[in-house]
Every structure is written in structure tokens, then in C-alpha cells.
């Protein structure tokens, strides 16, 4: 195992730059997931961790040696392709002894037959052999040896390609959206295999997904990117808590999170049409964004309360969300609602809604959040 870290990485295609001044460090077996939308640097990264990217400037470390001059073979890495990059012509045995064969055979030794009996290629086989069977017991995928990868599904062709990286021992595994070719049953179950895995082998993980969920459900911290820069990198329960900026904020939590535009005079916040207003620590004057995340809202009379008339009740079973217009929001409302009190609500009804100030977040006018006193609203 190795930590990782990265110092000051700039890279760019001519005149467009897609990584601006991005450093990270990653603990040694930990399990981080690069999250952000597409575009915005993330995959690229991976690639220069890798080797398979050249960059323009920055440091690569990997257990604290520098790799920037290193081949891909070099770095102790293993990495896994959204595309699998399975050989169609091989077995899945075949597949995931390859690094095995090409790291102790000699190219002599590899040669089909005739290698097998050159001096020691048996005994080095075997030994290959009896680790391939290893893995394939690990990942659950040992009756499945003898198949090729066209007699494979999604879900065990991806168990193949992480058992070809496994087999290598790495100090560091890369993972470059693996999951994003499954449906999405197969996507929850291999989310839960691979969190699993992380923790049965203990080694470093980085991870790149544009899937908040994927982020949220497996990893120790996420790093949130935009634009080629980390917003911001924390655990995932800090980051649904306390994003650090709006576009934290309105990237993690599904549904999205509610926003409304409202005014700062530096000391507090002006909701408006008669509404309380927010005292906060410190902020710019200017327009500031009031934001709470559906499941913190309800219907009736709260320390902030909105009127509003419901436009759509989406029934997702287990949870109900409930669309509402009202004035001042930059969107649709939306509030988690219980069956029972839904219901009582009907389309074109109109409703009070509203939140605790507790569970309210205030993003000043730079973007970024902003304390709130917690000692209450002003009259």
C-alpha cells in the first residue's frame, strides 16, 4: 500500500487549460472518489496519476517518491477501464494471469507451447496458477475461468478486470468510472462488492465517477471538481451538511436542494415579502443564495414559511416529493413528504411549506457559505 499525492498539477491542450493548480493527498488505504460532471478534468487527473497523460507542470508522488518521469509499468499502479479492456481471444483465466505472465515469464517462456518446457515455466505457472485461483475465489467468479469474455455479463466482466488488478498487488489502484456500463441494479450491487473489496484488501483507492452516489455510498472522503479544481474535498457527510460553496450544495443531495435569491447588507439576510430576517457572522453585500434540502422541509407553519401551490406529487414509492411553485425561488420547490400527509395535498392546492432556520444554508454573493447566529430570526 502507498499514499498518494499530488502537488500543483497544471495541464492544458493548447490555449485550453483543464487542470488548474490541482494538489490532493490521499492516505495510505484509503478509499477517495473524484466526483464532478463531465468535462471537468477528473478522468484526465487519473490518466496522469497513471502515466498514460503527460502533464505541464506539478509533482506525481506515490508513496512519496516521485513518478513524474516513471512509465506506466513503473508506478506500482493497477487501474481499471470503464470499458473493461478485456482480451476477447483469451479465457478469463488467461485474462487475469496476463500481468502475472508478462512481469515473471521470460518472452521465451511465453510462447504458447513450446515455453512450457523451458527451464523453470512450469513451476512458474503453477505458481501463477494457484494465485489466479486466488482472486477468482475473492471476487466469486472461479467457475467462470474457463469462459471468454463474449460468455459474460456486465457485472462479470467487471469482476474479471478488477481480478486482473488484484492479481498485480499493487500499491495503488486507479478506477476510471468502472461501473458506469451496468444497468442499475448490477451498479447498487457492485457499489456494495467493490466498498467490500476496499476493505478486505485494504489498499489505496482512487476513484473518478460523475455518480454522486457512487461518491457518497463508497468512499472515506470525496473530492469534488469543477472546471479543473477541487471545490471541495471531505467526507461525504460533511459535504451534504456543510458544502462549502453553492455549487457543492447543488451538486450533492438528490433531489436537488431548494434555493431561493435573497439580499445581504453584510450583517444580515432579507428574505422579503414580510419574512424574518437571517443574522448572520459576516458576508458581502449583495445577492445571497438561501438554500434547504427538501427532507429538512415540511408543511404548515416554521420558523421560515413560505405560501406555495403544488404542481406535481411524485410518488416514488418508499418517499414522496412534492412540487411546489412559490415566489422568490429560482426553481420549483420540493418537499419530502410522509404518505400520510400526503394524503391531504392535491395538484393546484395551495400550502404552506417551510424549515427550521437550523437546517438552513446561506452562500454568500462569491459563492461561498456563510454562518448563520443560531440564536434565532430577527422580527
Known amino acids: 500500500m502507498a499514499e498518494l499525492a499530488l502537488k500543483d498539477i497544471h495541464k492544458g491542450f493548447g490555449n485550453h487549460a483543464v487542470l488548474k493548480g490541482v494538489s490532493l ?23 496522469i496519476v497513471a502515466g498514460l497523460e503527460s502533464h505541464n507542470s506539478g509533482q506525481v508522488l506515490i508513496g512519496g517518491a516521485a513518478v513524474n518521469d516513471r512509465l506506466p509499468g513503473e508506478r506500482d499502479i493497477a487501474m481499471v477501464f470503464q470499458s473493461y479492456a478485456l482480451y476477447p481471444h483469451l479465457s478469463v ?19 504458447p507451447l513450446v515455453g512450457s518446457w523451458l527451464p523453470s515455466a512450469r513451476r512458474l505457472e503453477r505458481d501463477i496458477e494457484r494465485e489466479v485461483q486466488a482472486v477468482a475465489s475473492l ?20 469482476r474479471v478486470a478488477l ?43 482512487l476513484y473518478v465517477t460523475h455518480d ?21 474535498i471531505d467526507t461525504p457527510q460533511r459535504l451534504y451538511a456543510e458544502p462549502a460553496t453553492l455549487s457543492v450544495a447543488e451538486f450533492i443531495g438528490t433531489p436537488r436542494i ?28 449583495g445577492i445571497c443564495h438561501v438554500c434547504f434540502r427538501p427532507e429538512s422541509a415540511g408543511f404548515g407553519r416554521h420558523e421560515l414559511t413560505w405560501p406555495g401551490k403544488i404542481t406535481f406529487i411524485e410518488d416514488m414509492g418508499p418517499e414522496i416529493f412534492v412540487h411546489l411553485a412559490a415566489q422568490g425561488f429560482d426553481e420549483r420547490v420540493i418537499v419530502r413528504a410522509t404518505r400520510q400527509a400526503a394524503a391531504q395535498l392535491r395538484m393546484g392546492q395551495e400550502t404552506p411549506f417551510g424549515v427550521a432556520v437550523s437546517d438552513v444554508l446561506v452562500f454568500g454573493p462569491d459563492g461561498r457559505r456563510i454562518a448563520l447566529h443560531r440564536t434565532g430570526v430577527a422580527p
Request: proline share 6%; net charge positive.
Open 163 to 205: 481480478g486482473r488488478a488484484i492479481v498485480r498487488q499493487p500499491s495503488l489502484f486507479l478506477m476510471d468510472e468502472p461501473l458506469s456500463n451496468l444497468d442499475a441494479k448490477l451498479r447498487t450491487t457492485m457499489r456494495a462488492e467493490l466498498t467490500q473489496l476496499h476493505q478486505r484488501i485494504g489498499t489505496t483507492f
Open 258 to 285: 431548494n434555493r431561493m435569491q435573497a439580499r445581504s447588507d453584510g450583517r444580515s439576510i432579507d428574505l422579503g415579502n414580510g419574512m424574518p430576517t437571517l443574522p448572520v457572522a459576516a458576508s458581502g453585500s
Open 139 to 158: 471476487l466469486d467468479i472461479g467457475h467462470l475461468l474457463p469462459r471468454r469474455p463474449s460468455q459474460l455479463s456486465g457485472g462479470q466482466r467487471q
Open 25 to 47: 493527498d490521499v492516505q495510505d488505504g484509503e478509499f477517495l472518489t473524484i466526483v464532478g460532471p463531465s468535462g471537468c478534468g477528473k478522468s484526465t487527473l487519473l490518466r
Open 212 to 232: 454522486q452516489v457512487e461518491a457518497m455510498t463508497m468512499s472515506d472522503r470525496v473530492a469534488i471538481m469543477f472546471e479543473g479544481r477541487f471545490e471541495q
Open 93 to 111: 483465466f488467461d485474462n487475469i494471469a496476463v500481468p502475472l505472465r508478462y512481469r515473471r515469464l521470460s518472452p521465451a517462456q511465453r510462447v
